[in-house]
């Protein structure tokens, strides 16, 4: 199953439901055709809450919208390309992003030092990256992000001041249940990062802070889809598209750890609550501090997995004034100074 909110038109009222034969479809929609009411799918937390019986009875609710969504009205069932389609978990009870992706860790530190050391950094990197890969391969480190940064399908990421290097980072990730059951399904998270303060933060004691929490920062989307319809989750190609510029492919099979070996290590740390959501790493290949290409204003972003959907994002084209950056001037930028 994929569920999703979703509004019919901009405006309106957020609803709950699932996708059936390319429509969004909400379970307040088929409740009502069918006869049947179950409060545990008010909304995503409530079905979150309340697994497997909410499982179950969403079954039976698409297995009804399955037969009879050709008598469905235009106001009952909704394109998917018409629909405007929320994160699928509004505001996460948790946001945890792990870095089970050695050899993004690796590309990103050998880029970050060739900016921040210049011809010396040039020189290093190499050395650098490789280092980096070997030594974060199965260790489970994570951060806390800002999970009141949320953004769903074809929003606009917020371009902050402070940063000329803003960055996107795809990510499967984890929508966690309950004690039943702690996965309740994958969606796409897009960790954004302002790459260029980032190398500082990451060399003191505090970890990431204004490189990766300001606003509409941290996209996720566009469904809830159930672990049966995924299938092996180290086995998901992954591509990127930045504008007509360029196109990056990678995979899930980098990831170092399974998904349920993170969530079962988070919960030696602490119970995490339904609607808590986990990142599990940057797939590499797949972002400008990998490939040292930027993104540039006004540009729109979309990130395929398969199984999961399409999440696009959409860059600002008006930054307005923005501050020197550590790195130099970007020449795409210098008007924006």
Not at 51 to 56: A, G, I, K, R, V
Not at 118 to 140: D, Q, T, V, Y
Not at 204 to 230: H, M, Q, W, Y
Request: glycine letters at 8%.
């Amino acid at each position: 199953m994929k569920f999703l909110n979703f509004q019919a038109k901009s405006g309106t009222a957020p609803k709950f439901g699932v996708v059936i034969s390319g429509y969004a479809v909400s379970f307040e929609t088929l409740q009502q055709k069918s006869g049947q009411t179950n409060i545990q799918l008010s909304d995503v937390y409530s079905y979150l809450e309340n697994l497997p019986s909410s499982e179950n009875a969403a079954r039976d609710l698409l297995k009804y919208g399955n037969a009879y969504i050709s008598s469905f009205n235009d106001d009952e069932k909704i394109p998917l390309e018409k629909a405007k389609i929320l994160s699928p978990v509004p505001v996460p009870r948790a946001l945890i992003d792990f870095g089970l992706s050695p050899r993004h860790l690796g590309n990103s530190a050998a880029t970050l030092i060739k900016h921040a050391f210049g011809f010396f950094g040039s020189i290093i990197a190499p050395f650098i990256r490789n280092r980096i890969k070997a030594a974060a391969s199965g260790r489970m480190l994570y951060y806390k992000g800002n999970h009141h940064a949320i953004i769903g399908d074809n929003d606009t990421i917020h371009w902050p001041a402070y940063t000329s290097y803003l960055d996107i980072e795809p990510e499967l990730a984890v929508i966690t249940g309950n004690e039943a059951m702690p996965i309740a399904g994958y969606t796409i998270f897009n960790d954004s990062s302002a790459r260029d303060i980032q190398f500082k933060e990451m060399m003191g004691l505090g970890g990431p802070a204004r490189s990766k929490d300001f606003d509409c920062s941290n996209g996720l989307g566009p469904f809830i889809v159930t672990p049966d319809e995924v299938g092996d989750t180290l086995a998901l190609n992954v591509k990127v598209k930045i504008g007509q510029r360029y196109l990056w492919k990678g995979s899930t099979s980098e990831y170092c750890v399974h998904p349920e070996e993170a969530v079962k290590f988070l919960r030696t740390v602490f119970t995490p609550l339904p609607g808590t959501v986990i990142g599990l790493g940057t797939i590499p290949d797949c972002t400008g501090l990998d490939n040292d290409l930027w993104i540039n204003p006004g540009e729109r972003i979309e990130i395929i997995f398969d199984k999961l959907g399409i999440l696009r994002q959409n860059i600002p084209e008006n930054l307005g004034k923005i501050e020197p950056s550590p790195w130099g001037i970007r020449e795409e930028l210098r008007k924006f100074y």
